[in-house]
């Protein structure tokens, strides 16, 4: 079974940035039919969509983090980021990256991301 492993959270002062990391226990990341995503979810809030990274490289953003994210992926290092700039007090959340093929439905663990004002 292939996990996915989450690092990069913490807490930063408002205007920050964090890199999230997200690292396969077995490289799948060679394959391009995967969809690879961001989500969050903060207290008493819904998880939410936040990046995408879909097959064919097109990305997608949510609106309020538009500008400011940034999701990539390294496929020699098996490892999918999420690069967040300018960071708001409203950005804190868990965040869980997610992976997504033909038969396959992976979640992290979730990381915590905690911006201070």
């Known amino acids: 079974q292939v996990q996915l492993v989450e690092s990069g959270g913490g807490l930063v002062q408002a205007g920050g940035s964090l890199r999230l990391s997200c690292a396969a226990s077995?490289?799948?990341?060679?394959?391009?039919?995967?969809?690879m995503d961001w989500y969050r979810q903060a207290p008493g809030k819904q998880r939410e969509l936040v990046a995408v990274?879909?097959?064919?490289?097109?990305?997608n953003y949510a609106d309020s983090v538009k500008g400011r994210f940034t999701i990539s992926r390294d496929n020699a290092k098996a490892t999918m980021y999420l690069q967040m700039n300018s960071l708001k007090p409203e950005d804190t959340a868990v965040y869980y990256c997610?992976?997504?093929?033909?038969?396959?439905?992976?979640w992290g663990q979730g990381t915590q991301v905690t911006v201070s004002s």
């Open positions: 997610h992976v997504q093929g033909p038969f396959t439905n992976l």
């Open positions: 990274l879909a097959v064919g490289g097109s990305t």
């Open positions: 077995r490289n799948i990341f060679t394959s391009n039919a995967m969809n």
